[in-house]
């Protein structure tokens, strides 16, 4: 079952972006991930929001991510994130 990850991070776009790069995915997509969006909060910290084809493949991204994130120095506290059940995904 498909599985939504919402994650509100510490970090504003440009470590964002550092990230991104960081982990080698400026053009592609991690195993398992079937959407992402990154959009910034009224705090001007980046909320994720992504879906993936498994629960096990988002925690598994999530953990190469926080290695990442601590490595780079970047965020402070670790981010929030809400794991949901899929009911229903439209795709154009």
């Known amino acids: 079952m498909a ?3 919402i994650i ?3 970090i504003g776009t440009d470590e964002y972006d550092q990230m ?4 080698g995915i400026i053009d592609t997509p ?7 969006v990154a959009a910034i ?3 001007g ?6 879906v993936w084809e498994t629960r096990e493949q988002a925690e598994a991204w999530g953990e190469k991510v926080a290695a990442a994130r601590e490595a780079a120095g970047l965020g402070g506290a670790p981010p929030s994130i809400e794991y949901l059940d899929v009911h229903s995904i439209v795709k154009p």
């Open 41 to 43: 909060g009224d705090d």
């Open 20 to 23: 991104r790069e960081r982990l």
């Open 8 to 10: 509100q991070t510490q």
């Open 3 to 5: 599985v939504a990850r």
């Open 30 to 36: 991690p195993t398992g991930g079937l959407f992402h």
């Open 45 to 50: 910290n980046v909320r994720i929001v992504e």
